[in-house]
Structures are given as C-alpha cells and as structure tokens.
C-alpha cells in the first residue's frame, strides 16, 4: 500500500483526504491519504521521518510551505516562487519539491476556457497565493499587475515576477483594460466582503477567487452580475491537488471523481 499525505499546523480543516482517496477508489489503487500536525519547527523531523517511513509522498500547508523549500530538491518554479506544497519522496537523492498552486491557477483558468497568453492580468494580493498566481499567469503569457494594501510588499513581488508592475489598491483601477483578475486574498472569507468594487467589474473579465469557503463569495457574485466569467476557488484547488496526484503517480488523474468529492466536503 502506498501511503501519500499533507503535513501542516492546522489540518483538521483540510479537505485534500477527501479528494484524493477519491483518486485512489476511482482507479482502484492501494493507497491511503493521511494529515500530519507537527508542532511549529518541527517540519524538518516530520519530513526525514515521512522519507523513513516510506511514505510517496506529501502535500505541505501553512505554516510550513516556505521551510519545506529549504529542505527538498525543489524544481524551477518552486524556487522562483518560494515555497514547496508538493514533496515527492520516490527516487535517488534528496526529495523532490513542487509548487503545484501555481498549476491550480492555470488549470482552474484552462477547465473554464479562459486563454491567458497576452491577457493583462490583476492579481490582488501579495503573499503566498498571490506569488502562485503571479508567476502562472506570467509564465502562461499574460502581463501581470499586482495590487496589495501593502505597496512595498506588492513592488517586491513584482520585482521577481518578469514583466510584473505594482501599485496599492487604489492601482485597481488597471481593471478597466485587463481581462483576468485573481482574488489571492482570504478578503471573503469570513465575512460578506470583496476585495474589488463592484463598480470595478465588467464583462470582458474572468474573475478567480482563491477563497473556497465559501464557494460563491461577494466577489463572484458581483462579478457574474457584470457579466464575467466567474472561477471558484474551488477549482484552483481542486487542479492543485490534481497536479500533485499526477506528479506523484505518472497518471492521469481522475478529475471528475475528485471535484465530486471536493465539493461533496465542502
């Protein structure tokens, strides 16, 4: 039996066991998907000891994907990014590590037949997910402009992004001449809120919200009432969780098996 899993702190919430065990039943694999909760500065123990174990592989959350980075052979694209939220134990060597958040992006976009090759493209926010979705965009082709409560955060991400421009959320009036924007904030999670003005909106767009929970934020909402194409986070997780089973294994997942059970948990 292989055993593959998700390394974080908290897990409880997760909704990867679902979605992939999901992947294993639909092809018939002995296989397993677990959650790890180390303590915070444990991460490099509970890698060492997965490897020991002879686990295939893991997914890494928060707080913990940035130190993962450090302690894998991470590819290109994870280490332009930053962080590892894929770690693949198989092979010679140190354990390889992937950014599979940049692929949800592009995928989610794909599955909903949004081109991103020469779009201009609005991602609002600068952390984790916001440098995911940077980097996908530009990499697809799309010129990107990051906007952040924070300028300077925005600015630096920008720097490092080819081609990328920065300015504060008042910069979002870029929106008027882009056709992509991408929410990498968690703006709509707890409350009725949006990161975008409504009057921001316009029909030409395709609207990403990474916040899954829940699936129609304010944001979509406002965005389909202009018009929009509309992209739930859900499917950026879903294709994040996609790319990392077809990393691990070398087949092709199971797409529609996971996204039922994706959202049959949610």
Do not use: C
């Not at 959350?61 to 894998?72: C, G, Q, R, Y």
């Not at 962080?83 to 060597?93: C, K, L, P, R, S």
């Amino acid at each position: 039996m292989q055993v593959f899993g998700l390394v974080g702190n908290p897990v409880g919430h997760s909704l990867s066991p679902p979605m992939h065990e999901a992947a294993y039943d639909a092809l018939g694999m002995d296989a397993r998907y677990v959650t790890f909760e180390p303590d915070p500065g444990d991460v490099e123990a509970a890698l060492d000891g997965a490897e020991a174990l002879g686990i295939a592989g893991l997914n890494v959350t928060i707080p913990f994907k940035e130190d993962a980075l450090a302690l894998v052979e991470p590819d290109e694209l994870a280490e332009r990014i930053g962080a590892v939220n894929t770690v693949d134990f198989e092979g010679d060597g140190r354990p390889r590590g992937y950014n599979t958040d940049a692929a949800g992006v592009r995928r989610a976009f794909e599955h909903h037949g949004v081109s991103l090759d020469g779009r201009k493209a609005v991602v609002v926010g600068a952390g984790g997910a916001g440098r995911a979705a940077s980097f996908a965009l530009a990499d697809a082709g799309a010129s990107v402009h990051v906007a952040n409560r924070t300028v300077e955060r925005a600015a630096s991400l920008a720097e490092d992004v080819p081609g990328a421009t920065a300015g504060g959320l008042d910069s979002l009036e870029r929106l008027a001449d882009a056709s992509v924007l991408v929410n990498a904030t968690s703006v709509g999670m707890e409350s009725d809120e949006t990161p975008v003005p409504e009057d921001r909106l316009h029909a030409d767009l395709a609207v990403l919200d990474a916040v899954y929970t829940p699936v129609e934020t304010r944001l979509l909402r406002d965005a389909a009432a202009a018009g929009a194409t509309t992209v739930d986070g859900a499917w950026m997780l879903l294709y994040q969780g996609v790319e990392a089973f077809e990393q691990w294994t070398g087949r092709d997942a199971p797409v529609d098996a996971m996204n039922e059970a994706l959202r049959s948990a949610l």
